[in-house]
C-alpha cells in the first residue's frame, strides 16, 4: 500500500504543478522555486513530517522534498552546532544527492557524446 500513497502524493505534487504551468503566468522556474521554499516552510511549521510518515518517497523525492532535507538539515545542524549550523546544515544534508545529480549528469554528457559522435550526418 505504500507504493499507493507514493504514488498518489507524488502524483498530486506534478497536478499541481502542470495546472500552475497551465492556468498561470509563473514560469516553470519559479513554480520549481517555489516547491523547494515550499517544502522548508511546510517543515519549519510542522506539516511537512507527517506527509512524508505517510507517503514516504512520494514526498521526498520531488522538490518538496528537497526543501524539506535542507531544512531538516539545518534543524539538525543548529541542535548541534548552534548559530553557525544554519549556514552548513542544508548543504550537509544534501551533498550526496547534489554530488549524485551533478555525477550522474556528467556521466549522461559522455554517454550521449560518444553516441552521437559515432552518427554521421549527411553533408559534414
Do not use: H, N
Not at 27 to 47: D, E, H, K, S, W
Not at 79 to 91: K, T
Amino acid at each position: 500500500m505504500q507504493y499507493v500513497y507514493a504514488f498518489l502524493v507524488g502524483g498530486a505534487f506534478c497536478v499541481i504543478a502542470q495546472i500552475l504551468i497551465d492556468k498561470t503566468k509563473l514560469t516553470p522556474a519559479r513554480i520549481l522555486v517555489m516547491y523547494v521554499v515550499m517544502g522548508v516552510f511546510l517543515t519549519a511549521i510542522g506539516i511537512y513530517q507527517p506527509i512524508v510518515d505517510f507517503a514516504g518517497a512520494g514526498a521526498t523525492v520531488p522538490l518538496t522534498g528537497f526543501g524539506y532535507s535542507l531544512a531538516k538539515g539545518i534543524e539538525e545542524s543548529v541542535s548541534e552546532s548552534g548559530f553557525l549550523g544554519a549556514f552548513s546544515g542544508g548543504l550537509t544534508a544534501c551533498s550526496a544527492g547534489i554530488a549524485a545529480a551533478v555525477f550522474f549528469g556528467l556521466l549522461a554528457a559522455l554517454i550521449r557524446k560518444a553516441f552521437f559522435g559515432m552518427i554521421k550526418t549527411p553533408g559534414k
